[in-house]
């Protein structure tokens, strides 16, 4: 049974800090694995989608690499802001399973202080 | 152009209760799935159509929740003799057309808090 774990649960750090969140998966069996953020009271938001033959993707100040050999992937964002606060889920959708079930991570909560 | 809504937002019941969740996919989705998410916890799949019909249901925790999209657009989903257990937030999410090379991403909704009392 395909597990996910995000670590830290939490984190805060200052303002302009680059900072990285880690994600890993038991079964590398995945077609992609897809970076989530929520802000309280809101659904999520995808920011990145990387599938399983692809190594990074980016988008502005967001870098998410994967490792699927190692089950590993890991969210970097540069130069963070107050505005990046929220908490971030990583998730994976399985080979075998059906289209579009995907399995999350318990989230890292981020705290940007100004 | 709109993203998913779920209606209500917020629902407070009492335990052994019915309750209805809907979902509107964005217009021209034709995959739709719905998770639970319970406090500090990641969402959990939950069900997932394709058209008017249950791809999968094997997230359903049991016979007391079930879920209709009569014409492949909203849908609703379905809870009976509620338990206190229940209590979560009920996500719906919609996806253009999902294809074997898990290229598509899912637009989430607000979500439905759902408390029984």
């Known amino acids: 049974k395909q597990e996910v774990t995000q670590i830290p649960a939490a984190l805060s750090v200052p303002e302009g800090e680059n900072l990285v969140l880690n994600c890993s998966f038991t079964?590398?069996?995945?077609?992609?694995l897809q970076w989530f953020r929520q802000d309280p009271g809101k659904g999520l938001t995808s920011l990145l989608l990387?599938?399983?033959?692809?190594r990074e993707q980016t988008s502005g100040r967001l870098n998410a690499s994967l490792d699927k050999s190692s089950g590993r992937s890991t969210l970097y964002i540069a130069a963070s802001q107050p505005g990046d606060s929220a908490t971030y889920l990583c998730?994976?959708?399985?080979?075998?399973?059906?289209?579009?079930?995907?399995?999350f991570g318990k989230g890292t909560k981020l705290s940007v202080k100004p | 152009g709109a993203g998913v809504s779920q209606t209500p937002s917020n629902k407070v019941t009492e335990k052994g209760k019915y309750v209805e969740l809907r979902c509107d996919p964005i217009?021209?989705?034709?995959?739709l799935y719905w998770y639970r998410q319970s406090l500090g916890q990641g969402p959990e799949f939950l069900i997932y159509?394709?058209?008017?019909?249950?791809?999968?249901d094997s997230g359903l925790p049991n016979d007391r929740f079930f879920a209709v999209r009569p014409e492949g657009s909203v849908s609703t989903l379905k809870i009976q003799r509620t338990e206190r257990g229940d209590s979560a937030v009920y996500l719906c999410?919609?996806?253009?057309?999902?294809?074997?090379?898990?290229?598509?991403?899912?637009?989430f909704g607000p979500g439905t808090r759902l408390l029984v009392l």
């Open positions: 999410a919609s996806s253009l057309n999902p294809t074997s090379g898990g290229e598509e991403t899912q637009y």
């Open positions: 079964d590398s069996a995945i077609y992609n």
């Open positions: 990387i599938q399983s033959s692809q």
């Open positions: 998730a994976v959708e399985n080979y075998g399973g059906s289209q579009g079930n995907l399995i």
């Open positions: 217009s021209g989705h034709t995959a």
């Open positions: 159509f394709q058209g008017t019909g249950a791809a999968d």
